[in-house]
């Protein structure tokens, strides 16, 4: 069973700083891979950034060199480091997991490759 808990989102004025954290539990796998998605008001769900079982990490364009996703196993924390964000940045922020076995790839982006979705949390940007 996995187990996520988004938190950290809030308004923010644009070209502001924000850091979303999500709490995860993983009591049948030891391996998982993280992500964290965005769903903006009538907009489809997108993937924002993912780090697989080696810390390897992967990047929308659209939030590239601005934002940084980051993990600590010991603390059982997922991180989105948010800088510079934008109005278009505004969506409610979801961290997901897929548990994997071993012969199993890290689904990167890809919204259907994960299995487990937090709560979400909100973030608006404000010009």
């Known amino acids: 069973q996995v187990q996520l808990l988004e938190s950290g989102g809030g308004s923010v004025l644009a070209g502001g700083s924000l850091r979303l954290s999500c709490e995860f539990s993983?009591?049948?796998?030891?391996?998982?891979?993280l992500a964290w998605f965005r769903e903006a008001s009538g907009q489809e769900r997108e993937g924002v950034a993912s780090?697989?079982?080696?810390?390897?990490?992967t990047y929308a364009d659209t939030v590239k060199d601005r934002f940084t996703i980051s993990k600590a196993n010991a603390k059982n924390t997922l991180s989105l480091q948010m800088d510079n964000l934008k109005p278009e940045d505004t969506a409610t922020y979801y961290c997901?997991?897929?548990?994997?076995?071993?012969?199993?790839?890290?689904?990167?982006?890809?919204?259907?490759?994960?299995?487990?979705w937090g709560q979400g949390t909100q973030v608006t940007v404000l010009l």
């Open positions: 997901a997991s897929r548990p994997l076995a071993f012969w199993e790839r890290c689904p990167k982006l890809f919204e259907r490759g994960f299995e487990v």
């Open positions: 780090i697989d079982l080696d810390g390897s990490t």
């Open positions: 993983e009591n049948a796998r030891p391996r998982h891979c």
